[in-house]
């Protein structure tokens, strides 16, 4: 119903959430059955993992809620000492199809990050698989304008596209916003289609290895996603041994801190 005889500007789809959401609310008032205390841990777990964002007028309110990371709001890692830098990565998606193909897309990540004396080179490569069945025919094509989000000093050295055909390398828009970069693509991905879009990146770190020092990882889990798979390996340069893990497989259900030292 939300579809049928859509046009920009068109107010079917937020007048269906809107009564949807009441009738959960009344559902909620008069059902006496209902476990609030399963109910809050569902909540708590879902604005973790920001199937759930908040969003409120007042700013101290907001405040306290940005700091528990339940807004929504982008955030930079910051490193607690000297000899360090915090790295950014996440990603953001806008189906411009208007259509539902969201529901057939199922995606992997891969992280690699190379540690050097002047700089950080990351190459991120998410993997997407639409399964939606060919007789969707245009409905069931995936719009995607992808984003990649880092740190606003970042340098976008390259992004690739690559499908069955082979590879196309992009130019992505970048803009810089609210203390990070954004580099965004468009890809088309149709019913049964598998595509690949690899961000490759650096920024600059002025980092001593004849001291103690970290780098700090920020992966950011994107809202409205479920648990993707997630893989990430970091490389130290020549003569550096890092301690603790440096290779992780993993599921991105919420975000992903970790770091390596030396």
Not at 165 to 179: D, L, Q, R
Request: aromatic residues 8%; charged residues 20%; positive net charge.
């Amino acid at each position: 119903q939300a579809e049928a005889n859509f046009f920009p500007g068109s107010q079917q789809k937020k007048n269906i959430l809107t009564a949807l959401g009441r009738a959960l609310l009344e559902r909620l008032k008069s059902e006496p059955a209902v476990s609030f205390e399963q109910l809050g841990k569902s909540i708590y777990e879902n604005l973790k993992s920001r199937h759930i964002q908040l969003f409120v007028h007042d700013a101290e309110t907001d405040k306290a809620l940005a700091t528990l990371g339940f807004t929504g709001e982008v955030v930079v890692p910051r490193c607690l000492i000297q000899n360090c830098y915090g790295v950014l990565v996440g990603l953001a998606e806008a189906n411009v199809g208007v259509d539902k193909a969201n529901y057939f897309i199922t995606r992997s990540l891969n992280l690699t990050s190379f540690v050097r004396t002047n700089e950080i080179e990351n190459i991120l490569t998410v993997e997407f698989k639409n399964a939606a069945p060919a007789a969707l025919g245009i409905s069931g094509n995936y719009k995607n304008y992808i984003r990649l989000i880092a740190n606003d000093n970042a340098k976008v050295k390259q992004v690739g596209i690559a499908e069955a055909g082979g590879t196309k390398i992009t130019s992505p828009e970048i803009e810089k916003i609210a203390g990070r970069l954004e580099a965004g693509v468009l890809v088309d991905i149709g019913p049964g289609q598998k595509k690949a879009v690899r961000f490759t990146w650096s920024v600059p770190a002025a980092l001593n290895f004849a001291a103690n020092g970290e780098v700090d990882y920020l992966i950011r889990k994107q809202a409205g996603t479920g648990d993707d798979v997630a893989t990430m390996k970091i490389s130290p340069p020549a003569g550096v041994d890092f301690l603790g893990g440096t290779s992780y497989n993993t599921t991105l259900g919420k975000d992903i801190l970790t770091k390596v030292s030396w």
